[in-house]
């Protein structure tokens, strides 16, 4: 480069190698990379970045449904061995525990959808000659109502075992209330077939699939243990007394509910 100060050539610099004068600035500067200004480009250079939390965020919902689906798989599992074990050895109900108590509590939501459905379909025959029947008075309210009872008829139980002095806890009781349950829900089944087909005998089933939960579930959850604090046969008296009234009650509120709106339609 030709220094400004001398005229004479000298090499690229801060100062010149022949009169020491300083160089002009501007000619280091063309030297430097030129810096990108443009916001376009690094808009543009962005573009990727939002993709790798929207990647991350849909690997753990998929992780969560995973997860999810696994456990409906292991349940339902666990329920079939339960339900068959019980089917065939219903005496094994004293050895389930409170670590059961899924599968106990979906045996007493089955039990209480099979009513309700039979409920619904004997509202629909009878009242289709009157008027239609509704869903919710036939089967959403009698499922609500014995769901109910169920959970009346556990914690009866639970209260005449503390009441014995035993030892149990409450969801062993609600997991022993659904073992016990299966007999007397296959008899319900086997009940309203028979009933489908036009036999007798079918009501003999329904009955004794319905006061099984009633009256012998909480006998047999008494007279697993001895109970050392109160007298048994006072304790089955008084329980058969409460849940007798509990089941009268929610029986009589299920057929006013039913025939009370099947009237009120037809007057």
């Keep these: 480069m030709i220094c400004p100060s001398c005229g004479q050539q000298t090499e690229e610099g801060k100062f010149c190698t022949n009169c020491g004068a300083p160089l002009p600035v501007e000619n280091n500067a063309a030297t430097q990379e030129p810096v990108n200004t443009d916001p376009t480009l690094e808009q543009e250079s962005n573009v990727g970045e939002p993709s790798q939390p929207l990647a991350s965020g849909q690997q753990q919902n998929q ?8 456990t409906v798989k292991r349940e339902t599992s666990q329920f079939g061995a339960f339900f068959v074990k019980l089917l065939k050895k219903p005496s094994e109900g004293q050895n389930v525990t409170s670590s059961q108590l899924i599968s106990g ?4 939501v089955i039990f209480s959808l099979l009513i309700s ?4 379909i004997i509202s629909s025959s009878i009242g289709s000659y009157f008027m239609r029947v ?4 036939s089967f959403l309210l009698p499922l609500i109502q014995f769901l109910v009872l169920f959970g009346v008829i556990a914690a009866i139980s639970f209260a005449g075992v503390k009441i ?14 659904g073992a016990y349950s299966v007999p007397f829900l296959v008899l319900t089944v086997l009940g309203s077939l028979l009933a489908l087909v036009g036999i007798s005998l079918s009501g003999i089933f329904i009955l004794v699939g319905l006061l099984g939960p009633i009256l012998v579930v909480p006998t047999f959850i008494l007279l697993e243990k001895p109970a050392p604090a109160f007298d048994r046969i006072y304790l089955l008296i008084g329980i058969y007394f409460v849940t007798l009234l509990a089941s009268g009650y929610l029986l009589v509120n299920i057929s006013s509910v039913l025939f009370g709106g099947m009237l009120s339609s037809f007057l």
């Design 105 to 108: 509590i979906i045996t007493i």
């Design 134 to 137: 509704s869903f919710v008075d």
């Design 63 to 70: 992780s969560q449904s995973n997860d999810f689906m696994e």
């Design 164 to 177: 014995g002095g035993q030892s149990l806890s409450f969801t062993a009781v609600v997991a022993k209330t």
């Design 117 to 120: 459905l039979g409920s619904y």
